[in-house]
């Protein structure tokens, strides 16, 4: 069977589009891992300077919350303090600690001491 190269370009570019694969080729789900909270979704991504944490809340009340980055090498890292947000606000923060390797981002609701937590992610 005798494949030209644009049938192969057609085919791989296919394959990065339906698996959902960066420039890289590593899977965009590895970039990026996320939990909803009920009220917003929280998340977590892989930064040059370590770790990027957002929250973006899509209903409810104001809510008074904090990020917290916690590895599984034992080490646990606070961001610059708890914060306000309220419905269709997006909040953000970067843990630059370099490289934790696996981590996962938790979110702390400061008035009722709920907790949710991204799935780990690696750097």
């Keep these: 069977?005798?494949?030209t190269r644009h049938t192969i370009t057609a085919a791989l570019s296919s394959l990065a589009v339906a698996g959902g694969l960066l420039a890289f080729g590593a899977p965009a789900e590895a970039a990026s891992q996320c939990t909803s909270t009920g009220v917003g979704y929280l998340c977590v991504n892989i930064d040059p300077r370590g770790y990027d944490a957002s929250?973006?809340?899509v209903a409810g009340s104001t809510a008074h919350v904090?990020?917290?980055?916690v590895c599984a090498?034992?080490?646990w890292f606070g961001d610059e303090g708890s914060f306000y947000i309220s419905a269709g606000e997006t909040r953000t923060y970067t843990f630059a600690v370099?490289?934790?390797g696996s981590c996962f981002l938790k979110?702390?609701?400061m008035s009722t001491g709920a907790?949710?937590?991204t799935p780990s992610i690696s750097r």
């Design 55 to 57: 929250y973006q809340k």
């Design 98 to 100: 370099g490289s934790q």
């Design 66 to 69: 904090d990020f917290n980055l």
């Design 1 to 3: 069977m005798k494949f």
């Design 73 to 75: 090498n034992g080490r």
């Design 107 to 109: 979110l702390i609701d």
């Design 115 to 117: 907790t949710w937590q």
